[in-house]
């Protein structure tokens, strides 16, 4: 049973989440404040500090919350497109990537934006939840290995060492055995998907350049996949 002093802290968090995440959107990370977020919460500082010890670990707090949240919604598209061929559900789970910072930019840029000054987050906090949806991706192109749709073998443009040793030590970390070419294209999938997102969301194509941004993020993820099989010329099933 939940005790009266956890469920006190687990509102006084929620609430500075919650608060938080509107400070994230009005000043931007490296403008948040925790004597501005208690403000609004409406205690002292000196209580608010027993939940929240500073600035650094109201970022954590955050990141771990925005992780989770992108993630959860990958996770629910994927299932969602349970029963579909894996290519479809590599692209329900980018597009689901896509939505998710495209609804929450703020939040986004707090996970791949530029560089909080003075903050680095901790791996043992931040670790797993920020690796949910990379961890996504690789089981879903495991799955195509399975299947025979994505070549376990060399490849035209072979990963060379040292690449070809980190993208083993990568497979060997999240079980996946095959060949480096099936991570070196695992890993352009990544890129895609974070690099097509990011672009839009950080208004780096213009504004008028692309009338439907979300057609072309689709188009590229499309030949990603295509590389994947290894049929460079032909979209997925």
Known sequence: MTSTRARRREEVEARVLEIGRVHLAAHGAAGLSLRAITRDLGMVSSAVYR???????????????????????????????????????????????????????????????????????????????????????????????????VPDRPAPHDPPEPLAGDLRAVGAEVGMSGHPAVLSRALLLWSTVVGGTSLEVFGQYGADTLSDPAQAYDQQLRMVLAVLRGRLSSAPD
């Open 51 to 149: 939940y929240v010890a500073n600035r650094d670990e109201l970022l954590t707090l955050l990141l771990v919350d925005a992780y989770g949240a992108q993630a959860d919604a990958v996770d629910a598209a994927v299932a969602a497109a349970s029963g579909q061929p894996w290519t479809q559900r590599v692209l329900a789970a980018a597009h689901a990537f896509r939505q998710w910072a495209v609804r929450e930019p703020s939040r986004y840029a707090l996970l791949y934006g530029s560089p909080v000054p003075g903050y680095a987050a901790p791996p043992e906090a931040t670790m797993e939840p920020g690796t949910r949806v990379i961890a996504r991706l690789l089981e879903l192109v495991g799955e195509g290995v399975t299947a025979g749709d």
